[in-house]
T-cell receptor
């Protein structure tokens, strides 16, 4: 039982490049979400999903896309990276009120 | 909209001392959950303790306890007999206890706690 697995752990992108942050969970949780963590601001919700085929926007969705084709996977796509997207990204899944977090991805856009 | 405020950006104490981290929140909800998460340098988010708003009794987990004041909308975390391994960022978080909340967590900005040997 691996819990929530995020890849990669670190990434450097050039402005305008695209990439996908991967997130997978093996706990059969319906609810999954993506947060970004910036200094002095705590975590902010980007997108979330309440089940396969269902996604919705959170507080800061601009510049990010998600899809949920399976219960296990919830990838986050940056279509055209911008320096403002430099942050630490967390994927989480949830069972009831208990959240399980991945290890985070530190993304730097130069 | 709900907000969570942590007014102490950074704190430091000596090992074995007791430290209290403050958290206040704003909500019109009557039923909700409050959490304290720990984030050590490894970046892993670790649940320390949680409190259900309908419970008057303060939650306790070993050396960690909370002082939940519902009327004052205050939710402080007390760490007793602090240890070097307690050095971390601590986040306070809020979640509405309603199905239409989609279990979204609202986070404070965090408090960096340093335990000195």
């Amino acid at each position: 039982n691996a819990g929530v697995t995020q890849t990669p752990k670190f990434q450097v992108l050039k402005t305008g490049q695209s990439m996908t942050l991967q997130c997978a969970q093996d706990m059969n949780h319906e609810y999954m979400s993506w947060y970004r963590q910036d200094p002095g601001m705590g975590l902010r919700l980007i997108h979330y999903s309440v089940g396969a085929g269902i996604t919705d926007q959170g507080e800061v969705p601009n510049g990010y896309n998600v899809s949920r084709s399976t219960t296990e996977d919830f990838p986050l796509r940056l279509l055209s990276a911008a320096p403002s997207q430099t942050s630490v990204y967390f994927c989480a899944s949830r069972e009831g009120i208990e959240a399980f977090f991945g290890q985070g991805t530190r993304l730097t856009v130069v | 909209a709900q907000t969570v405020t942590q007014s102490q950006p950074e704190m430091s104490v000596q090992e074995a001392e007791t430290v209290t981290l403050s958290c206040t929140y704003d909500t019109s909800e009557n039923n909700y959950y409050l959490f304290w998460y720990k984030q050590p340098p490894s970046r892993q988010m670790i649940l320390v303790i949680r409190q259900e708003a309908y419970k008057q009794q303060n939650a306790t987990e070993n050396r960690f306890s909370v002082n939940f004041q519902k009327a004052a909308k205050s939710f402080s975390l007390k760490i007793s007999d602090s240890q070097l391994g307690d050095t971390a960022m601590y986040f306070c978080a809020f979640m509405k206890a309603r199905m239409d909340s989609n279990y979204q967590l609202i986070w404070g900005a965090g408090t960096k706690l340093i335990i000195k040997p």
